[in-house]
């Protein structure tokens, strides 16, 4: 496994770090009262061509086809310090992999 090579990134690619857009793409957005529900789908961090450590990304685009669906909640059951963070990452129907590794929001 090679790092960072084949990552879909929620927040966009490493080249949106310095601008105001994304290439990510927001497909859904819901908020009522204290609970906000997104659905994204995410730019690869490497753009193709790009290197990460010497190694090449294994994508051949810019936009992924994976999907990241988040329902964040401010205040659980009487508990206004508590943040529920519920996340679904969705890969595409037949993509297989050997090795997966999520980064997600812990603490």
Aim: charged fraction near 15%; glycine fraction near 10%.
């Amino acid at each position: 496994m090679t790092p960072e090579t084949f990552n879909p990134t929620e927040a966009g690619s490493r080249r949106d770090g310095a601008g105001a857009t994304s290439t990510s793409r927001l497909l859904h957005l819901v908020a009522s009262g204290n609970t906000l529900q997104t659905t994204t789908r995410m730019a690869f961090w490497l753009a193709p061509g790009e290197t990460s450590g010497g190694h090449p990304a294994k994508n051949r685009q810019l936009l992924s086809d994976h999907l990241l669906t988040k329902r964040v909640t401010i205040g659980v059951a009487d508990m206004p310090q508590v943040v529920q963070y519920d996340v679904t990452f969705s890969l595409p129907v037949g993509e297989r992999h050997h090795y997966a590794q999520f980064e997600a929001v812990t603490g």
